[in-house]
């Protein structure tokens, strides 16, 4: 039992710190973790010696150690988004062919786009721009908003703060920070994305995202579609799939 308050502390600091603007002091870390201050910078010894903190003495401050960094890197080589959502795209690909053909993607964002991880198609085909790889406009692709109405609003006005940082491709979808602020009002209280054709005409997307256990969207799963072949009934069912396997790479990344 020990060992294990011992690690849960641990992990504890290195989540304040993580979460911090900056380097913190020991009383902070005591609090926050909630452990006596002798116990603090015994455990800010240990974990100093093993390169996971960062003593600042100047300051009489901690912050993360370059072993973090080690450990988060070979976390990224890992591809631990790819894995645990590869069989959750794959699942889903088998329960919305009987629905309608569609490609389902994975996707996380960078900056205004969305960048694609994984794809698979229903056996029926259908022709898509969503490849592994491919960059998208977030504000068009239903996979970008649906993770951007997860972040805090003072973010999305950063990464879209004038008209100029808008794409238009079909004439559709929002052009200014003022409609895309709404749009994402709308989506995250519907729980979940749509655009169509705002990336190509005669084609749509639904998507949901996955949170990390920050609550922060860590990856979106979608489905793209022939707009034409699906009624307004049938993409409410398709969200209905989405969803469910949204939230289930968002326990598998640690939310409860």
Wanted: net charge neutral; proline share 6%.
């Amino acid at each position: 039992m020990a060992d294990a308050r011992a690690a849960s502390r641990a992990l504890g600091v290195l989540r304040v710190l993580a979460a911090a603007p900056g380097p913190v002091t020991a009383s902070t870390l005591a609090r926050r973790v909630g452990m006596p201050r002798s116990s603090t910078y015994h455990l800010l010894a240990v974990m100093t010696a093993e390169g996971f903190v960062t003593h600042f003495p100047e300051e009489e401050r901690w912050g993360l150690g370059v072993s973090v960094f080690e450990v988060g890197a070979a976390y990224l080589r890992h591809e631990p988004l790819e894995h645990l959502g590869r069989p959750l795209v794959h699942r889903l690909a088998h329960d919305v062919a009987s629905v309608a053909p569609a490609v389902v993607h994975l996707g996380v964002l960078h900056g205004r786009e969305t960048v694609y991880l994984l794809r698979e198609a229903t056996p029926s085909p259908v022709t898509v721009v969503v490849d592994v790889g491919v960059r998208l406009p977030a504000a068009l692709t239903a996979s970008g908003r649906a993770m951007l109405a997860h972040l805090p609003a003072s973010q999305v006005r950063a990464l879209f703060p004038s008209r100029n940082d808008f794409v238009d491709r079909t004439g559709r979808g929002p052009t200014s920070p003022t409609a895309l602020r709404r749009l994402l009002a709308e989506e995250a209280h519907r729980g979940w994305a749509e655009e169509d054709g705002f990336v190509v005409d005669g084609y749509a997307s639904v998507a949901a995202a996955a949170l990390d256990r920050s609550g922060r969207p860590a990856a979106s799963i979608g489905l793209t579609f022939r707009s034409d072949r699906i009624d307004v009934e049938t993409r409410a069912e398709l969200a209905g799939l989405v969803l469910p396997a949204a939230e289930e790479l968002s326990r598998r990344l640690g939310v409860a």
